[in-house]
């Protein structure tokens, strides 16, 4: 999924403004909390929700002062090719400045707006405002073969040169006439001086046996594209069956080539049987259609496509290409599905990864823990969202899995870390589930991937010093998945090892037993007056943080939003001017008193 624009209206004085903007951009409408009304989601503080914007990758439409907006991303800056929009409309709507991302669609977006409100739209870019046209920014469905020629060629324009162009380009004609810089639009590969732009017209068809080595396919390609006399940047995608949506080999050549990979069900493939060369009955009679590599580029390429190399095939591997009258833009097929196992920390956006918030903006739809969907705010504004309740993970899980098989981009979020006692490992355990409760084919091809979180012992130890300093280990009490048996011998097995101990799940509504039994365990081997952390609802407006003594560590406390970190018998408190501090020593002094200052930190 494209990850949508957002306009931000700051005001009642802008709001009939972002409105506007809003339907012209077909987009969410974020408001300032108390002073919008009626808008998709809301926000506390503008800089921040901004900045949270722009780190996951929305273009953001301000209708405010530009300086807000400025203020909100310039501790963001870092890459312009990769930056979203960033624009500026008057609240009354007369005129529209592109701040960042000129070449990256704000300058269209600009000139899009200003005629949708009958505004000026204030472009500032030299090439587009002196030639109406951005070499570096060519239109969708064509690729610039050699983009670190534009700006010299840019240079050349802009001081009364003018151009050659080769080939058909319509969207170049504007340019003015000459011999000092050529340009190229065409099929073949970059070669000589110039600037080069490929038409995306070219649809590449593979297939492969299963576990296929990489550079057998990737080798094929390269010799099909050779003969073809076809320049990878000519490609619009990859496109198989679905039966490959998860064979290495080929996911490895949609990533090699920069590609996207889309996938057709056997009876479409099947469909374009009477169009090709080398149809198989081998193959028919395997997974119901006669090809793959011909027919998935010329179901892609349309039905006006022309086969421009026919199959050919390596000991494992087939390749096609077929090619379109035109740029391929809208890409027939399916993607393959992805399922973005989200980590957003304890809560607050400030401790969310720019990239978990990227991964959410990026989604098609949102699964998990009502609440922890609540969390994320404004970014879950206008998706579509699965909630599921405490106790139902596995449904929460496979549902994720399975509506991604279905070709979606499914954001799966988790509190804290995914990986920590959360829904990581259970996606992994479902993917590799067999038999009658296995997941269907088609989910278990999904792409998966996972983004780190602050963890509940992380923010738990910041927030009390740094008792983690040393060894420490973590136990769930939670006895629900686990034999109470098991957890008695690693409370045991922590007690005697001396480690600082987070405990997770530390009570429930009927087991209110085990945290005192592991009090007691723990206290057969440290002092009674070890440091105790009790630390509830991290990150959050109710954040409760508060340091007791191991034996004076009381179950009534405690709740499920609770994380009990209990020191190990060198686990000291110091008192600052901010409150006492909970901090575990790692041995400095002992080895500073012994003359050795080398460094310790493992050189591994």
């Known amino acids: ?242 039966l490959k949506g998860d064979e290495p080999a080929v996911i490895a050549l949609a990533k090699r080539l920069g590609c996207p990979l889309r996938l057709f069900t056997a009876p479409e493939l099947e469909s374009e049987t009477p169009r090709t060369a080398n149809p198989s009955d081998v193959v028919f009679a395997e997974i119901g259609t006669h090809g793959v590599a011909e027919n998935a580029a010329l179901r892609a390429a349309g039905p006006d496509a022309v086969l421009a190399q026919p199959k050919r095939k390596s000991a494992m591997a087939t390749a096609a290409l077929a090619l379109a009258p035109a740029p391929i833009v809208d890409l027939p097929g399916r993607p393959r599905g992805r399922l973005s196992v989200v980590s957003i920390g304890p809560g607050q956006a400030a401790w969310r990864t720019p990239e978990a918030s990227a991964w959410v903006a990026g989604a098609d739809e949102l699964v998990g823990y009502g609440l922890y969907i609540d969390l994320l705010g404004p970014l879950a504004a206008g998706k579509p969202r699965s909630d599921y309740p405490l106790g139902g993970e596995e449904a929460r899980c496979r549902h994720a899995l399975e509506r991604a098989g279905e070709g979606r981009d499914v954001a799966l979020v988790c509190s804290g870390d995914a990986g920590i006692y959360a829904m990581g490992a259970l996606v992994l355990e479902l993917m590799a589930r067999t038999g009658e409760d296995a997941l269907s084919p088609a989910a278990r091809r999904v792409e998966l991937r996972g983004t780190p979180g602050v963890s509940a012992l992380q923010a738990a130890a910041a927030r009390a010093g740094a008792p983690l300093g040393h060894d420490f280990c973590a136990i769930s009490l939670s006895d629900l998945l686990t034999p109470r048996d098991d957890i008695l011998r690693r409370l045991r097995a922590a007690a005697e090892g001396d480690f600082v101990v987070a405990f997770y799940n530390p009570v429930s509504k009927r087991r209110r037993d085990l945290l005192p039994m592991a009090r007691d365990i723990l206290l057969r081997h440290r002092p009674a007056d070890t440091p105790v952390l009790l630390a509830t609802s991290l990150g959050r407006p109710e954040e409760h943080v508060r340091l007791r003594r191991l034996d004076a560590l009381h179950v009534d406390e405690v709740d499920m939003m609770t994380v009990v970190l209990v020191g190990s018998s060198n686990t000291r408190v110091v008192q600052t001017g901010d409150g006492p501090r909970m901090f575990t020593p790692r041995g400095y002094a002992r080895k500073m008193a012994g003359g050795d200052l080398a460094t310790s930190e493992d050189p591994s």
């Open 1 to 242: 999924m494209a990850v949508t624009p957002v306009v931000v209206a700051l005001n009642r004085s802008g709001l009939a403004t972002a409105r506007r903007v809003a339907e012209s951009l077909a987009c969410p409408l974020h408001g300032r909390k108390g002073r919008t009304e009626g808008c998709d989601a809301t926000f506390p503080d503008a800089l921040s929700h901004v900045r949270t914007l722009f780190a996951a990758g929305h273009a953001v439409v301000g209708v405010c002062a530009a300086g807000i907006l400025v203020r909100a991303v310039a501790p963001l800056l870092a890459d312009k090719r990769a930056e979203p929009p960033v624009l500026s409309v008057s609240d009354d709507g007369a005129v529209v400045v592109p701040l960042l991302g000129g070449h990256r669609g704000a300058n269209r977006m600009a000139r899009a707006l200003a005629e949708a409100l009958g505004a000026m739209a204030a472009v500032t870019t030299a090439g587009d405002v002196a030639l109406g046209v951005a070499l570096d920014e060519p239109p969708e469905g064509w690729t610039l073969a050699n983009p670190e020629g534009a700006k010299d060629a840019m240079a050349a324009l802009l001081a009364g040169g003018g151009a050659r162009v080769e080939g058909d380009a319509p969207w170049l004609r504007g340019l003015p006439e000459g011999d000092d810089v050529t340009i190229r639009a065409t099929l073949a590969p970059h070669e000589g001086a110039g600037l080069t732009f490929h038409p995306r017209r070219a649809a590449l068809g593979v297939g492969a046996s299963r576990d296929c080595p990489p550079e057998e396919l990737a080798a094929l390609v390269d010799g099909v594209l050779a003969e073809a006399g076809i320049a990878p940047g000519a490609l619009a995608g990859v496109w198989s069956a679905d």
